[in-house]
């Protein structure tokens, strides 16, 4: 017995040396969490970008349907917020009575210049837009913002007609105007 005796007197003395051999672990030491502060802004904007800027006339006197040259795509894109309702799309000229002039004080008024926009009836600008003159205006479009739409784009497809029926007696000249496209969400 005394065999068995030291045995056990050396396996544990083995034990406690295979104990002591064992990597000795660490206690778990963590820092106080640190935060960032993130602030990312996207801002509200509304802008039109014109596919031309000149649509020339050759007039007929008298007539009623002189054509423009070209026909003009305004593009409106929006980033809006959550409390904008619609985006509506103004053409105006600063004055009802010259919207186009030959310099000489003859004038062909907005209420005888007249846009079809996207295909639609022919209208005369003789509306009080938000921009412009009195009664030198025309809202060509009006989109509604909902919740799938707060940035958005759309195309306006604008085509001109001047009315010289009303201006029997027009002189001959060259008439320049600017007409103004502008957007606005409201």
Known sequence: MKLYSKLGQVITVLGVMGALTLPIRAQVLNSAASTITLNAVLNQSVSVTLSANAVNFSLTAGSANNPGSTSITATTTWTLKP??????????????????NDGASNNIPSADF??????????????????????A?????????????????????????????????????????TLTIQAQAI
């Open 83 to 100: 409390s904008v309702g619609s985006v509506k799309l103004y053409a105006f000229f600063a004055n009802s009575a010259s919207a186009l």
């Open 114 to 135: 007249q846009i079809s926009n996207n295909g639609g009836a022919f209208n005369a600008l003789t509306n009080t837009a938000p921009f412009g003159g009195a009664n």
């Open 137 to 177: 205006g025309l809202q060509l479009s009006s989109t509604p913002i909902l919740g799938n739409n707060k940035t958005g784009t759309r195309n306006d497809v604008m085509n001109f007609i001047i009315n010289l029926a009303p201006l029997p007696n027009l002189p001959a000249g060259a008439y320049t105007g």
